[in-house]
């Protein structure tokens, strides 16, 4: 097996003699056979290949493996962004009456997605603070229970998980851990390592890492056995009747997951990535070792500078030593955590708003994790639609600014931050 560095570079399109060195973008919605007969074993997951787009292509099929290989798993699919690949990889395993456990201080829109638009479907969830004893955890599960949520690094509380602890507690009781690797990304965490079952991510931050392709991807680790709880999976585990009776479990074994979602829910719902952007995204996949060093090591430097700073009411940086969750840092990143920061000035909202408009390197943006250095304030941008009781619960203090740190030179970056809060 190649390390990191070289799985990023050589993992996924492997070119045959005399083919293009560099993945070509298959820009076709469309692969033509010479039979019917052919034809129809595709549809009916007797044959692999290709025959529409929605539901796999070339381009995307080598750039889902090369994250594979990054994670350590044994099938992984992309999807069209972030959220689309949380929704399915919950929606793969819950229908109406299941319920779900999660992590009270993941990402708002995956906060959202979860506890409104998938009430709606007849999914029921129940928040967790995932800092608390494995005790208080155990009240929060149900017999209809089919998964746990949670991130790595939550966004933007920068929460860093107890992965083994959350791993325990959804085996107990019979159900996979789900987890966002985002933040982290396979360079600097494996969440496999350590009893997840199943790695999401918004491939859109630091994976591209330049801002320019929206992107997801579901990675399963294949050692979850679904086949030993039939009665809590049955759509992994009984006959799918639009696919002439197949049972994904006996048919795909340790691919079943991952099959499931490509062909039952990519097929109905479409949320595909399209070839441009995986061809983008692998372009990015190729410099993410180099990029992950050099976020980490600054924003510990741009950490280490507001800390210091007289109007600087707080910083929180899982890098800092003191910081509440250094520990659980150097157990499962220690190579570096990622490149946000969240910290609050003395002055509160009003001065973190003015602080913001001041910035002349940073930019006021949504987006995160990326190669330019940006700002938000969540408790006004992502997480408006949250009430002050779910601020809180998901670590968002109103004060607190979301500083994404680039991998500009650190110089001119402290500098700007530097002016801004003068």
């Given at each position: 097996m190649y390390k990191k560095e070289t799985i990023c570079i050589q993992s996924g399109w492997k070119p045959k003699n005399g083919e293009p060195r560099v993945l070509p973008i298959y820009q076709s919605t469309t692969f033509k056979y010479e039979s019917s007969e052919q034809m129809g074993r595709l549809f009916d997951l007797e044959e692999s290949g290709y025959f529409y787009s929605r539901m796999q292509n070339p381009t995307n099929d080598c750039v889902a493996q090369k994250i594979c290989e990054l994670e350590g798993g044994v099938a992984a699919m992309l999807t069209s962004s972030g959220q689309a690949a949380n929704h399915y990889a919950v929606f793969n395993i819950c229908e109406a009456g299941d319920h779900v456990v999660m992590s009270s201080t993941v990402y708002g829109g995956s906060f959202n997605l979860i506890t409104c638009t998938m009430k709606k479907m007849g999914i029921e969830c129940t928040v967790v603070d995932p800092d608390a004893p494995a005790e208080e955890l155990e009240k929060a599960f149900r017999d209809h229970t089919k998964c746990v949520f949670a991130e790595t690094i939550a966004n933007p509380a920068l929460v860093v998980l107890d992965i083994e602890k959350f791993a325990k507690l959804a085996h107990a009781h019979q159900v996979p851990l789900i987890v966002d690797n985002t933040f982290a990304t396979p360079i600097n965490c494996n969440p496999f390592k350590w009893g997840a079952d199943i790695v999401?991510?918004?491939?859109?931050?630091?994976?591209?890492?330049?801002?320019?392709?929206?992107?997801?991807?579901?990675?399963?680790?294949?050692?979850?056995?679904?086949?030993?709880?039939?009665?809590?999976?049955?759509?992994?585990?009984?006959?799918?009747?639009?696919?002439?009776?197949?049972?994904?479990?006996?048919?795909?074994?340790?691919?079943?997951?991952?099959?499931?979602?490509?062909?039952?829910?990519?097929?109905?719902?479409?949320?595909?990535?399209?070839?441009?952007?995986?061809?983008?995204?692998?372009?990015?996949?190729?410099?993410?070792?180099?990029?992950?060093?050099?976020?980490?090591?600054?924003?510990?430097?741009?950490?280490?500078?507001?800390?210091?700073?007289?109007?600087?009411?707080?910083?929180?940086?899982?890098?800092?030593?003191?910081?509440?969750?250094?520990?659980?840092?150097?157990?499962?990143?220690?190579?570096?955590?990622?490149?946000?920061?969240?910290?609050?000035?003395?002055?509160?909202?009003?001065?973190?708003?003015?602080?913001?408009?001041?910035?002349?390197?940073?930019?006021?943006?949504?987006?995160?994790?990326?190669?330019?250095?940006?700002?938000?304030?969540?408790?006004?941008?992502?997480?408006?639609?949250?009430?002050?009781?779910?601020?809180?619960?998901?670590?968002?203090?109103?004060?607190?600014?979301?500083?994404?740190?680039?991998?500009?030179?650190?110089?001119?970056?402290?500098?700007d931050l530097s002016q801004s809060l003068a």
């Open positions: 999401t991510h918004s491939t859109t931050k630091y994976m591209d890492g330049h801002a320019m392709a929206l992107g997801g991807c579901i990675v399963d680790s294949g050692n979850f056995d679904w086949a030993a709880y039939p009665e809590k999976f049955p759509g992994l585990c009984t006959p799918d009747e639009s696919y002439h009776g197949i049972v994904y479990t006996e048919k795909f074994g340790k691919a079943a997951y991952i099959t499931k979602a490509t062909s039952q829910l990519m097929r109905d719902l479409g949320s595909m990535q399209s070839p441009q952007n995986a061809f983008l995204l692998n372009v990015g996949l190729e410099t993410l070792p180099l990029r992950m060093e050099r976020h980490c090591y600054n924003a510990q430097k741009c950490a280490e500078f507001l800390q210091s700073h007289e109007k600087v009411a707080w910083v929180n940086y899982p890098g800092l030593p003191g910081n509440k969750y250094y520990e659980l840092a150097k157990k499962y990143m220690p190579k570096g955590t990622c490149g946000v920061i969240s910290f609050g000035l003395k002055g509160g909202r009003e001065a973190a708003a003015k602080m913001m408009d001041r910035l002349e390197l940073a930019a006021i943006v949504t987006h995160v994790a990326d190669a330019r250095t940006s700002v938000l304030h969540p408790a006004s941008h992502t997480h408006r639609q949250m009430n002050d009781e779910q601020l809180k619960e998901a670590g968002v203090a109103p004060d607190l600014i979301r500083l994404s740190v680039g991998i500009e030179h650190i110089d001119d970056i402290i500098a």
